[in-house]
């Protein structure tokens, strides 16, 4: 069984910044074969992707958060990160962590991002 675990969220002014973690443990056969995802939804919309991390380094960003957001892995500790910087009040949100291969697929619980204009 494998559990995701996630840190960082908080309640920040606009401009401010956060940085979120992701933490997996158990069983878990080549993480490093996996790619990491950071999703989002705000209330009374859909989730949707903000970052990607790809078990070859590969790295792509949603749109809005291009230039503010930046996406890291830590293999030997089996985390991934997302710094946040530049908040705005539009990144409020709830942000899950997706841990993914072709065969498995694993989420957190989501941690709260509030951004006060």
């Known amino acids: 069984q494998v559990q995701l675990v996630e840190s960082g969220g908080g309640l920040v002014q606009a401009g401010g910044s956060l940085r979120l973690s992701c933490s997996a443990s158990?069983?878990?056969?080549?993480?490093?074969?996996?790619?990491w995802y950071w999703y989002r939804q705000a209330p009374g919309k859909q989730r949707e992707l903000v970052a990607v991390?790809?078990?070859?380094?590969?790295?792509n960003y949603a749109d809005p958060v291009k230039g503010r957001f930046t996406i890291s892995r830590d293999n030997a500790k089996n985390t991934v990160y997302l710094q946040m910087n530049g908040l705005k009040p539009e990144d409020t949100a709830v942000y899950y962590c997706?841990?993914?291969?072709?065969?498995?697929?694993?989420w957190g619980q989501g941690t709260q991002v509030t951004v006060s204009s």
């Open positions: 991390i790809g078990s070859g380094g590969f790295i």
């Open positions: 997706n841990l993914r291969s072709y065969h498995d697929d694993y």
């Open positions: 158990g069983s878990i056969f080549s993480i490093n074969a996996m790619g």
